[in-house]
């Protein structure tokens, strides 16, 4: 045992006083004179072993009351079992995790675990005298660093809310802090060991983990277009990918898809445990301007990840310039009579390059001269991110052709197709081929196929969409630079091919041209999304002024900066609500983003004390895991640990017990 103040022991010579009183009053007994003795009180005859046994007691009483009413003074304590900590302790930091993943009820309590932490931080402020200096650290924000008083600290708790970041650091100042406290949830999805290995040795770190009611949670992951062209006025399909982070499977979860607040589409599936499960939504737009929508799910006690927020926009008209020596022909009559497609048409000898490059696809249709300018042009449209669609022509400059495969490294050959050529039936197409999804609404692998003759030979391809019946290749994908190129082994002549004729030729010139539309502004971006780029050919860039994201009465002001007719902005990090996001230059709105919270917090698996301890590894002596539990104390554990047993509340207690034991003595005996 020792003292933190033993200077008042010298106060212990006052027990002399009681002792002095004792003796003075050990006097003999006095003779008293009356002139009648009948109005004495009678009085209870006392021995005088009885009478001395209470003048003892009494005297002890006030012996004790005095012994321990310095020792209260004096704070006797038994030393704590770290030496190395420090009892008096100056500068504490203390991190609350506040993320969504808080949301979850503590174990066997009802409340959440934001509301825990706070009250274990609370306790944390109680450890330590009122000098101490708090740095209070949550998730999205501290006090910069700052020290604070306890009163003070304790506000900031108070004021906590949940947030989009996740904990990630504990502030540059604070990690020359004597005392660290880490108050999180602790998921495996999240937490980042390497945090510790960052701090100070000398610094005492204590983690103190919250124990999550369940692990099960439903949310929205993602949500995508059967395709990326929506069609107004038409049917359109939304892909909805919802995950169930549970042990146990869950079934009729509600799903329901809201455009402009109005419920458009419901459903309800049935997800396995720890599995993902799509949900297919057809919707419609009505009219040509950009719809908020998203879609919601029914789930408790995590709410954060229940919605997923996005944009619809109908396409634009796809641009598409054909290059042809026929200017009546099939795909003339495809692309030509339907409204979202318009198409150019130019001879090879009289292009207009800019109009050409302009278009989001670029049909090669039986060119027959085909020269070096035109084969670099397109070489570079397709490296640049354009779609080009090569048909070979019967007869004509076969060097022209081989110098377009020659710039876009496409490892083909060319002859001239013969119309006495044997034709070959083509393959059924493969269901499962991302070209083909959504084309059948009832696949016979039995199908009548077209045949084709074969003046186009090549060997290795991207993607192969039909094949010859014996594996050669009819219609493949190379992939090359930002694009792509689609090369037909045939001509489309009657004497050639059946294609034009058959019912595939649509959908595959469908899916060729709508492959070339490109989305420039995504559904949807996440609040940790970092720089998102947005074509300026609609921002008036005469027009000076900085680019602002509006979120009802927030406003956000990002770094940004134009290059190449594009705007390239950082999303800023102090946006922490999901929802929708006007781009604004001067109160004049560009477009409307949609921002949703990152994934990571909706996996609600924990790290045990048992796994924390591991991760912090075994000569780490300076960091301490507490387990969680019904009884666990921080305020007591971390006193024995740190400051010892403070043992002057029970001498102040003794102090006042020997103090009513002699006003008993003296009253009642």
Known sequence: MAFLYPSFLFALSAISVPVILHLVQLRRAKRIEFSNVRFIQASKDLTASQRTLKEWLILLCRIFFIIFLVLAFAQPFLPAAESVAAADASDVTVVVDNSYSMQNMQEGEDLDLLTAAVDKAHSVLDLFPVSTAFS???????????????????????????????????????????????????????????????????CQIHILPLKGATTTNI???????????????????????????????????????????????????????????????????NGGSLKKAYVQVEDFPVEFDNAYYFTLAPSATIEIAEITDNAVN??????????????????AGNLDYAQVNASQLIVLNQVSSLSPALAASVANYVNSGGTVAVIPAAKGDVNGYESLFQNLSVPATMSEASAEATKTMLNAPDPENPFFKSIFSDYDPKMEMPEAVRSVIWARASEDVLKYRGGAPFLSRFDRGKGHLFLMA???????????????????????????YKQEQQLSYTLAEGTISLPAGGINSTREGVYKLQHDSLAFIPEQQIRGRRLYFTVPSEMGEAGFYNLQLQDSTYTTLAFNYSQEESYLEQYSPDELRGLAGKNRENIHVYDYGDAFSVKGEFEKQFFGVKLWKYCLILCLFFLMAEIALVRLL
Do not use: C, W
Request: charged share 20%.
């Open 136 to 202: 209070i650290v949550s998730s999205n924000k501290s006090n910069l660093g700052s020290s604070v008083q306890a009163g003070e600290a304790g506000s900031l708790l108070d004021n906590l809310a949940f947030t989009a970041n996740t904990t990630g650091t504990v502030g540059r100042n604070s990690r020359n802090a004597s005392h660290i406290f880490l108050i999180s949830d602790f998921q495996k999805s999240t937490y980042n060991s390497r945090l510790l290995s960052e701090l100070d040795s000398t």
């Open 219 to 285: 949310a929205i992951d993602s949500a995508y277009l059967e395709d990326e062209f929506i069609r107004p006025a038409s049917d359109n399909l939304l892909h909805v990918r919802i995950f169930n982070a549970g042990n146990e499977p869950v079934k009729d979860v509600p799903v329901k898809l809201f455009i402009d607040n109005q419920q458009v589409a419901a459903l309800s599936i049935d997800i396995a445990a720890k599995q993902a499960a799509e949900a297919v939504l057809s919707f419609r737009l």
């Open 330 to 347: 099939s795909v003339q009559r495809l692309y030509g009579n339907e409204s979202f497609f318009r198409l150019s048409q130019f001879n």
């Open 490 to 516: 045939a001509p489309l002549g009657d004497d050639f091919s059946s294609l034009a004729s058959h019912a595939l030729f649509v959908p595959i010139m469908y899916k060729i041209a709508i492959s070339s």
